[in-house]
Nanobody, 124 residues
C-alpha cells in the first residue's frame, strides 16, 4: 500500500514561490508515475504536472508551463513541485498522486493513490 503525504502549502503573495513536497512510503518500483493535481473551490480537480519515477519523462498543464517544475529525490522517496511566479488563480488544494505505470498521465482515473492535499493560497 503506497502512502503519500504532502507538505509545503501556505499563503503567498502573487509573484512569489512555494515548493510542495510529497513523501512516498510503501512499495515503490521503477514503474511508478507521480502526479500533482489541484482543486479550487467549486471547481473540478485538474492536472498540474507529472513525472515518471526515473524522472526521464515529465508533463505539465499549459497553465503552469514555464512556472512550475516537478522533480524527484529518489534517496528521500520524495517528489517536489517548485512553483514560481504564482498567480491568484493558482489558489487551490494541491494533491499528490501515484500510479503503477511506466508513462506519465494527465488523467485522474490513471492514479491509484492520493495524498490528503495541501492548501496553496495566492493573494493579489
Amino acid at each position: 500500500q503506497v502512502q503519500l503525504v504532502e507538505s509545503g502549502g501556505g499563503l503567498v503573495q502573487a509573484g512569489g514561490s512555494l515548493r510542495l513536497s510529497c513523501v512516498v512510503s510503501g512499495p515503490t518500483f521503477s514503474t511508478i508515475a507521480m502526479g500533482w493535481f489541484r482543486q479550487a473551490p467549486g471547481q473540478e480537480r485538474e492536472f498540474v504536472a507529472a513525472l515518471t519515477w526515473s524522472g526521464v519523462n515529465t508533463d505539465y498543464a499549459d497553465s503552469v508551463k514555464g512556472r512550475f517544475t516537478i522533480s524527484r529525490d529518489n534517496a528521500e522517496n520524495t517528489v517536489h513541485l517548485q512553483m514560481t511566479s504564482l498567480k491568484p488563480e493558482d489558489t487551490a488544494v494541491y494533491y499528490c498522486a501515484a500510479a503503477y505505470r511506466a508513462t506519465v498521465s494527465t488523467r485522474i482515473a490513471a492514479y491509484d493513490y492520493w495524498g490528503q492535499g495541501t492548501q496553496v493560497t495566492v493573494s493579489s
